[in-house]
């Protein structure tokens, strides 16, 4: 997105209406409880884009938060303000699998647990690739058919086995091993992030571009 005016253009959740059942509160962590206190909007120089700002309350616990979204068509997408810090659910289009051990991952380096960190991310990317056809008798094996088949671009085939390797080390312990080391498990679920972003968020996004531009008289 190179501008606020193409919020909710091509991406985001369904319907013209902000989805406040689908913003969860950052101070009490409920979910679709919000009224909004305060409306304004702002329309674009020479044309029908409308950008809202809404000011919405908690019903449980009266705190505020600040959102701003946009709609076209059936779409419309949102930014919230202040957000939660804990990660409660995965998007709802990536495979149940993949997101189950991805959230593990996040709630892990959330805690500073790096060792749970690092096999949990290791397992989210396994299982992504699996899904993705990937074939072989290790990691190793299913990280090099899926570059072979041109999925996996030759740096993050590089990251892969990166993770592939640091994932082992808390996978498979030996005695006297190092700890994962906060940076490491840091790093790891910050490549297993851009990894998921490029099997399937940009797949949708381009489907939904696509949908979109199908549309236009």
Sequence with gaps: MQSWWELGEWSGQRGPELALYQITCPFCEERGNFTVAHHAEKKKPNGQKV????TLECGNCRGYVM??????????AYRVLPWPLKHEKHPEHWPEAVGRFWLQAKRSIS?????????????AMQVALREKGAQGANLKQEIEDLAKKGLLPPLMKEWSDTLRELGNDSAHPTPGQAATSSRDAQDIVRYLDFLLEYLYDLPK???EYRARDTGKP
Excluded at 51 to 54: E, K, P, Q, R, T
Excluded at 67 to 76: A, G, I, P, Q
Aim: charged share 20%; glycine share 0%.
């Design 51 to 54: 950008l809202n700002f809404d």
């Design 67 to 76: 959102c701003l979204w946009s709609s076209s068509r059936d779409l419309h």
């Design 111 to 123: 805690s500073e647990n790096w060792d749970a960190t690092a096999v949990m991310a290791r397992s």
């Design 205 to 207: 996004q381009i489907a």
